[in-house]
């Protein structure tokens, strides 16, 4: 086509797509005639605008991979990208164009990630810049304080998340509140671009006097990126940031922790388990700095043996304990590997009402799922051969290259192995402040279940 017969510079064709035309979808009667009860269309409808603004560089798609697109799918995968106008830099800002030359949006540009682009906005006349920047950064914010106000959160909590990527229009942006400090992950290239203005602007959105940058996931060297950790504003300390949440303090090492510190997400869940340890022998696994174990005890549990591979962590959890007031007998603390010490629990005829399951990500990408799907399936196996009959297991994946529906089979496989039955009686997902768009199904990270073995 002539749209098409500019010169341009060429895209790799292997790689994933960016998705496919349904079938059926603009089909027509032969005669062009509407079908009965449809309404007519115009003979000469309105055609979309063509090309990019200012001759500005440009994805190009190809021939049906825009409606991924069109359906408000985030990203733009190498394989979908036909070829590419001018010469962009990591992180540009640059138009997607339909195969015609429809213009389909914009988004930030990677040269080195399969992800080749990330949306960011389908408003031609709304090229990203300071000012969206700021309007996203403040209305992610207004949605966090309304939800506080909406679920009736306790004042006194100050732990939040505040910007979660895709979900507020900010793809690779993580934002997490603690008490008076913003730690930001910046985890693509677009996002790389934003870091002085972030510096500028999230103590005035946030009211937040420290922003504190830890980008140093792995997932940046796919983006070409190296880490990145410093104070991006305000003074630095080096001791821990105290938080609140449901009434439990907590010390986060913001510097060394995993994640951004804390595992807010599991917020709402560690209540919920708190909620039912009265009176239970618990055990919780990976424990990391005792978010779970805390809830348990404050819940009454009769004990709760926490273990973890990490001295420090531990150290942080028993400090925890003690800052909750919460460290006596029933508070049990043991470094060592979680695979080993299940066996070994067993091995010595141990048994417990409650267990909790959350480990760290085993498989961040589908393609590690099937490595990923056996470790799964060994810890929850030696729990369930761990639980006694009646008892609770509140187990967890974080993979997103783990779904809902294969996790489900992995714990089911792992029951059967067990020679256990047990019935599903909640399922888990993230707090409300890690909101998931309905579009981007790959954001939906978190899931878990509350079984009761029979």
């Known amino acids: 086509m002539a749209f098409l017969s500019r010169k341009r510079k060429s ?70 990208i036909a070829q590419i106008d001018g010469e962009p830099a990591s992180g540009d800002v640059i138009a997607v164009l339909a195969y015609d030359g429809g213009f389909l949006g914009w988004a930030a540009y990677s040269p080195t990630s399969q992800i080749r682009g990330r949306l960011l906005e389908t408003d031609r006349n709304a090229q990203p810049g300071a000012a969206w920047l700021r309007s996203k950064l403040e209305r992610a914010v207004g949605r ?56 500028d602007m999230l103590p005035e959105v946030s009211g937040c006097p420290r922003v504190y940058e830890r980008s140093d996931a792995e997932v940046r ?6 880490p990145h950790v410093r104070m991006l504003a305000g003074e630095k300390h080096d001791r821990p940031v105290e938080i609140s949440e449901h009434g439990l303090r907590y010390r986060v090492d913001i510097a060394a922790g995993q994640k951004t510190g804390f595992y807010l997400d599991q917020r709402d869940n560690r209540r919920r388990v708190g909620d039912l340890a009265r009176g239970r022998e618990s055990l919780n696994a990976f424990c990391y700095t005792g978010g779970f174990s805390l809830n348990m005890l ?25 800052l909750n007031g919460l460290s006596g007998d029933a508070a049990q603390w043991l470094e060592g590997d979680v695979f080993v010490e299940l066996r070994r629990l067993r091995n010595a005829g141990r048994s417990f009402d409650l267990i909790v399951l959350d480990p760290p990500k085993f498989a961040p990408t589908a393609k590690l799922a099937e490595a990923a799907s056996r470790g799964y399936k060994d810890i929850n196996l030696n729990a369930l051969k761990l639980l006694r009959p009646g008892g609770l297991l509140a187990t967890f994946s974080c993979s997103g290259g783990v779904s809902a529906e294969l996790f489900q089979r992995i714990v089911a496989g792992a029951a059967a192995d067990a020679g256990v039955s047990a019935t599903i009686l909640q399922r888990f997902a993230a707090s409300e402040d890690h909101p998931v768009l309905l579009e981007f199904p790959e954001g939906d990270y978190l899931k878990g279940l509350l079984l009761r073995r029979e």
Request: charged content about 25%.
């Open 11 to 80: 895209e790799r064709k292997d790689g994933r797509g960016g998705g496919s035309s349904r079938p059926g979808v603009g089909m027509q009667r032969r005669d062009n005639r509407p079908a009965r009860n449809e309404r007519a269309t115009p003979p000469h409808p309105t055609e979309p605008v063509r090309g990019a603004p200012g001759g500005q560089p440009a994805f190009v798609l190809k021939e049906g991979r825009e409606s991924s697109i069109q359906r408000r799918h985030p990203w733009i995968f190498s394989g979908a």
């Open 144 to 199: 966090r304080l309304a939800l506080a106000r909406e679920s009736g959160r306790d004042v006194s909590d100050n732990a939040t998340r505040l910007v979660n990527a895709e979900a507020d229009g900010l793809p690779g942006l993580i934002i997490d509140r603690y008490s008076d400090t913003l730690v930001v992950q910046i985890l693509s290239a677009g996002a790389e671009r934003w870091r002085d203005l972030l510096a």
């Open 221 to 226: 060297s796919l983006e070409g990126l190296p």
């Open 298 to 322: 404050a819940g009454g549990a009769k004990s709760v043996l926490s273990i973890d591979s990490s001295g420090p962590a531990l150290e942080f959890a028993r400090a925890n304990a003690d």
